[in-house]
């Protein structure tokens, strides 16, 4: 069945250093990927999202390329900061009707200044 | 705000008890998903509601039951409580019900078992 495989952390960053969290994901058609945050005590916030191969999604700095060949879709930042610090997860849903996501484990990210 | 609504807030119940937890999704949204996040099982879905009817289960138990009703409103029954069920329940709504439509998730309930 489908599934997503995330980097686990916690990452801990400086502030203004460069972030890559890797995701990778098995999947049957072609499921469009997401990349959700969750910021202490709050709900799950898209980030950014790909419907199909080579798409970039990006928003508010950050980025992730949907690539089919190494059925990956890395998000990277480069520059982060401290308000960054969250959960970050990566998510697939699949072609069709099938829109529940499937949800990566999370990696916790903690930036210091 | 993400437009999802989500009540009550926090829930502490026994085990053994039955609750109920409301979604009410953003205005226009037909699909309304039901996830589960809890340390050791992480975000899981349980269900997807579409203008009313169900269209697919996951990790749902048999002892959780959900509906929407016709002001697309939906509501999470869970009942036989067990420790286990302590978690962070999450609704989440989208215009229709495919795969990249972007979900909008409401705050959460979080539940916890005594």
């Known amino acids: 069945g489908n599934s997503v495989t995330q980097m686990e952390g916690p990452v801990t960053l400086s502030e203004e250093a460069f972030l890559t969290i890797n995701c990778t994901y098995t999947a049957t058609g072609y499921p469009s990927l997401f990349w959700y945050v969750q910021y202490p005590g709050e709900g799950l916030q898209l980030l950014l999202k790909?419907?199909?191969?080579?798409d970039k999604g990006s928003n508010k700095g950050f980025e992730a390329t949907y690539r089919k060949e190494t059925t990956s879709f890395h998000l990277e930042k480069g520059s982060v900061q401290v308000s960054d610090s969250a959960v970050y997860f990566c998510?697939?849903?699949?072609?069709?009707?099938?829109?529940?996501?499937?949800f990566g484990k999370g990696t916790k990210l903690s930036v210091k200044p | 705000d993400s437009g999802v609504t989500q009540t009550p807030k926090h829930l502490i119940t026994a085990t053994g008890q039955r609750v109920t937890l409301r979604c009410s999704p953003r205005s226009g949204d037909l699909s309304v998903y039901w996830y589960q996040q809890s340390l050791d099982q992480g975000l899981q879905f349980l269900i997807h509601?579409?203008?009313?009817?169900?269209?697919a289960k996951g990790n749902i138990l048999e002892r959780f039951s959900a509906q929407q009703f016709p002001d697309l409103h939906s509501e999470l029954n869970l009942s036989s409580l067990e420790l286990g069920d302590s978690a962070l329940y999450f609704c989440?709504?989208?215009?229709?019900?495919?795969?990249?439509?972007?979900?909008?998730f409401g705050p959460g309930t979080r539940l916890t078992v005594l």
């Open positions: 790909a419907t199909k191969a080579d």
């Open positions: 998510a697939l849903s699949g072609g069709g009707s099938q829109g529940n996501l499937i």
């Open positions: 509601y579409y203008n009313g009817e169900e269209r």
């Open positions: 989440a709504s989208s215009a229709r019900g495919q795969g990249l439509n972007t979900q909008y």
